[in-house]
């Protein structure tokens, strides 16, 4: 059985630092890449980061661009996400999601963690 | 950028009556490769998201054949054919025709007259 499991998230004040991470089990982690997805309360859903199975790639929507890092431990089976210079409207809880084999986006999602910025 | 919206936002439906919603495009999701890149989630009450729909029509595994995704190009819609209670939730649907860059529509909320 797929499981991934967030933890991490807190309440941060502004221009503030996190790191989340996502402990993924029941699959062969490397051969996956693997998403962070976040939804704000009551809001939509928005995707924030994905990165390959070997972690040769990243990718990034302009929104958090230059201020979140994703990276993962394949020997760990685990995922990153490094969040600096937070802002109030980064508050969201935030799911790791793991794309299919092959290649549909978010086949598996974890609980999530919530992250609160504010003063 | 493209984005996405769906109609209507909110739905309440009877049980064991039809159900459709509508999700439409800024800009084409139809690849090169004859694949249009749309998918429909599910996210029940206190819940994750599922994925129900892959690639404009096809079921993820364990999804009820009361689900169907159709459509190409701008204009894509998801049915159930009977709603049972177990389908409230928020919809929503994705394209990853630019992949990496994923872009969920505003989510349609179903629930239960």
């Known amino acids: 059985e797929v499981r991934l499991l967030e933890s991490g998230g807190a309440l941060v004040q502004p221009g503030g630092s996190l790191r989340l991470s996502c402990a993924a089990s029941?699959?062969?982690?490397?051969?996956?890449?693997m998403n962070w997805v976040r939804q704000a309360p009551g809001k939509g859903l928005e995707w924030v980061s994905g990165i390959g199975g070997s972690g040769g790639y990243t990718y990034y929507p302009d929104s958090v661009k230059g201020r979140f890092t994703i990276s993962r431990d394949n020997s760990k089976d685990t995922l990153f996400l490094q969040m600096n210079n937070l802002r109030v409207d980064d508050t969201a809880v935030y799911y790791c999601?793991?794309?299919?084999?092959?290649?549909?986006?978010?086949?598996?999602w974890g609980q999530g963690t919530l992250v609160s910025v504010s003063s | 950028d493209i984005v996405m919206t769906q109609s209507p936002l909110s739905l309440s439906v009877t049980p064991g009556q039809p159900a459709s919603i509508s999700c439409k495009s800024s800009q084409s999701l139809q690849h090169s490769d004859g694949k249009a890149y749309l998918y429909w989630y599910l996210q029940k009450p206190g819940q994750p998201p599922q994925l129900l729909i892959y690639e404009v029509s096809n079921r993820f595994s364990g999804v009820p054949d009361r689900f169907s995704g159709s459509g190409s190009g701008t204009d894509f819609t998801l049915k159930i054919s009977r709603v049972e209670a177990e389908d409230v939730g928020v919809y929503y649907c994705m394209q990853s025709i630019q992949p990496p860059l994923f872009t969920f529509g505003p989510g349609t909320k179903v629930d239960i007259k």
């Open positions: 999601a793991r794309d299919s084999s092959w290649g549909a986006p978010f086949d598996s």
């Open positions: 029941g699959f062969t982690f490397t051969n996956y890449a």
